[in-house]
């Protein structure tokens, strides 16, 4: 996965609280068995004239210049809630984001985001209503710049936000490492923890016949 | 130290912390669906990564499969037949079991999970859908994971979290006649809202709980997920231990006393703390509809549609243009154009009971297009042994093979846009159902009775 660390970028506003995986991406859009493909698929409904019809709809601010060059998007309360589908992050990563700023993530989206090297950025109301103002008048001029060490956003005029993420996810989009790869580089304690648990509880263990008796 | 039901599960599945707040968490079991699990299994076999325990997973075609009568590996949606031809070769290179299209025990992961006795009491299981709380009915931590978790899951048996905060939903008192879990849940969010478990896991208690069956408890831990909850549970009890006796993966014998023992003990200590408690008095619920796009949009049935003050917000404004509907409208006699029973909140035996129950003797009002989808081919099977999809058809409802269905729009079957649809699932984002599609949740007893009438009815007014 990409490790981040500092990133600056054209940031877009969908300030409506709640909005879902279903909306980020449909489901009709997920048209193969691939992870790849989907940042045309990003929020389709609201980007395009009609689901057969691609024609982009010049009031939706993806189809607006410089915004359809954003990299961080602002939202409000409980972004990507919903279906688990991770096609709704890999669309966004296709599309260009590399952050999303929001005040409360969907659960399963949220991992999603880390586990593709994209920051989730927990700001509060007020925060995210400035930040949105910052970059309303001129947003490629106010373009945002995000410290995750640090954690801070800084607007065009200097002006600091603080933003919260779990201890936990900021280590993973620091080193970018593969989480299977260090989850197997210790993989005796799992061998050790799985062969109590399954002393203590036989019947978790299906891989003998004689499992349930 | 007093712990809660939850701690219990978390703490006996902790493999190792770390001080950077995540923990080890150990995974039992795994359930993959041809939508979104074959992408993880094509990500480990590209990576020549193994499976670290292949008999503690299973495949499921339930997402893309049709539900149409004589249906194979085509489907309705386009490129579809790509998802099950997908996932039957990589379940194949791994060996994993597979409920296949017509395998007499395919249906929805969640149920299937359930049928099986693969979900047990006092396991973790995860599936990459973020519906697999349904299972913390069993007393299960069950959670929805995304795929890049999936691939975790599968070539570890652990995933890596923060344990979440814990939240007690209390439902307490008896259910009013034409009441059911699907009225509770709607209404529990109608009044904390989208977000009110802010990423919790939540144990559902209460006196209404305890006499809840398993199917019922289902529908609660279901519908966790449309208010963000992690995960919910329910402590199993005497109704749980007999639901999963005998099922096929159940121990049996001396291990089943041995694990009967060890599930007691799965409750919250009377002492224990929660982060947060909420309580529904469950004798004054009465039957709930939606009337937006969020699940959490929902009032009495008897109600209106709140009024334009309420409504001025963006969420608000988008819901009255989608749904077509005006602030301080009535709900009931709103006219519907379809009538939907499916779904892993509401297609088991119990739900189409009540349906038929209200059904028999009836038909479905003109115009309006009704379907029923079993949940899953052994709740269809047994379903037909009662003569239940006898009502159904006499009553003017299509008959379907088990699977999701119409509960999502994949680019296949749709009702159509601008199309009013009352449906028991779970989720009335727009567009969930097809592009326009107006959804209103509700229990399968609505539904009925608004199937027959023509137009949201209340199961009580149908005498
Ligand atoms: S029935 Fe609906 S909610 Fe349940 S798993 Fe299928 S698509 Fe998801």
Request: net charge negative; glycine share 8%.
């Amino acid at each position: 996965m990409n490790a981040f660390d500092t990133h600056r970028g054209i940031a877009v506003a969908f300030l409506t609280h709640n909005i879902d995986t279903d909306a980020i991406i449909p489901s009709r859009e997920m048209k193969r068995v691939s992870k790849e493909g989907l940042g045309e698929g990003l929020f389709a409904n609201w980007r395009y004239a009609a689901p057969d019809d691609r024609t982009p709809r010049a009031d939706f601010a993806l189809n607006q210049a410089p915004t359809n060059e954003a990299s961080i998007l602002l939202s409000g309360r409980n972004f990507g809630c919903g279906s688990s589908r991770e096609h709704a992050v890999w669309a966004l990563a296709e599309f260009g984001f590399r952050a999303i700023i929001a005040e409360s993530f969907g659960a399963i989206f949220q991992k999603n985001c880390i586990a593709n090297g994209i920051l989730t950025a927990e700001v509060d109301t007020d925060g995210i209503a400035g930040l949105a103002q910052w970059c309303a008048d001129d947003p490629a001029q106010h373009q945002l710049h995000i410290d995750l060490r640090a954690r801070v956003i800084s607007g065009p005029t200097g002006k600091n936000v603080r933003f919260n993420i779990a201890e936990s996810d900021a280590r993973k989009l620091l080193s970018g490492l593969d989480p299977i790869t260090e989850t197997l580089a210790d993989v005796e304690r799992i061998d050790r923890f799985e062969a109590d648990h399954l002393r203590r509880s036989p019947w978790v263990d299906l891989s003998t016949d004689d499992a349930g008796t | 130290m007093a712990s809660t039901l939850f701690d219990k599960l978390w703490a006996s599945h902790r493999v190792t912390a770390s001080d950077d707040g995540d923990d080890l968490l150990y995974i039992d079991r795994i359930a993959l669906h041809e939508r979104t699990g074959t992408i993880a299994l094509n990500a480990l076999a590209a990576r020549d990564l193994p499976i670290r325990h292949p008999q503690h997973v299973f495949c499921v075609m339930d997402h893309i499969v049709d539900t149409l009568p004589g249906r194979g590996d085509d489907t309705q949606m386009p490129g579809g037949r790509d998802f099950i031809v997908s996932t039957r070769k990589a379940a194949r290179h791994f060996g994993l079991r597979t409920f296949d299209v017509n395998d007499p025990d395919q249906g929805i992961s969640h149920l299937v999970s359930a049928e099986q006795g693969f979900a047990l009491p006092g396991l973790t299981l995860v599936c990459p859908d973020s519906h697999t709380c349904t299972l913390g009915a069993l007393g299960t931590l069950a959670f929805g994971i995304g795929t890049s978790q999936a691939e975790h899951a599968l070539a570890t048996s652990t995933l890596r979290l923060r344990k979440p905060e814990n939240l007690r939903v209390r439902f307490e008192g008896a259910l009013a006649p034409g009441v059911f879990a699907k009225d509770l849940i709607l209404k529990y969010m109608a009044e904390y809202g989208a977000d009110a478990a802010r990423g919790a896991a939540v144990e559902y208690a209460g006196s209404t709980v305890a006499a809840l069956g398993i199917e019922d408890r289902m529908t609660l831990c279901n519908l966790a997920v449309e208010f963000s909850a992690f995960s919910a549970t329910v402590a199993p009890d005497q109704t749980t231990f007999d639901y999963v006796h005998g099922k096929p993966l159940a121990p049996t014998g001396a291990a089943w006393e041995t694990a009967v023992a060890q599930w007691r003990a799965l409750r919250s200590d009377d002492d224990a703390a929660f982060s947060a408690e909420h309580l529904i008095d469950a004798s004054r619920v009465t039957p709930m509809v939606t009337w937006g796009i969020s699940p959490a949009q929902a009032a009495p049935l008897g109600g209106r549609v709140p009024d334009a003050q309420a409504l001025d917000t963006p969420l608000g404004r988008k819901a009255l243009a989608y749904m077509d509907l005006k602030p301080r409208q009535p709900l009931a006699g709103l006219p519907i154009d379809a009538a939907f029973i499916g779904s892993c909140t509401n297609a088991r035996l119990s739900d189409l009971r009540v349906a038929a129950q209200l059904l028999k003797g009836r038909k479905v009002a003109p115009g309006v297009a009704a379907v029923c989808v079993p949940g899953s081919s052994r709740i269809k099977r047994e379903a037909e042994v009662e003569g239940l999809d006898q009502v159904f058809r006499e009553a003017g409802f299509a008959w379907r093979e088990a699977g999701c269905s119409m509960c999502f729009y994949a680019g296949g079957e749709t009702f159509g846009p601008g199309k009013r649809v009352v449906t028991s699932t779970n989720r009335n984002f727009e567009g969930r159902q097809g592009p326009g599609v107006r959804s209103h949740l509700a229990s399968p007893a609505v539904v009925a009775a608004s199937a027959v009438r023509g137009a949201l009815t209340a199961p009580t007014e149908l005498s």
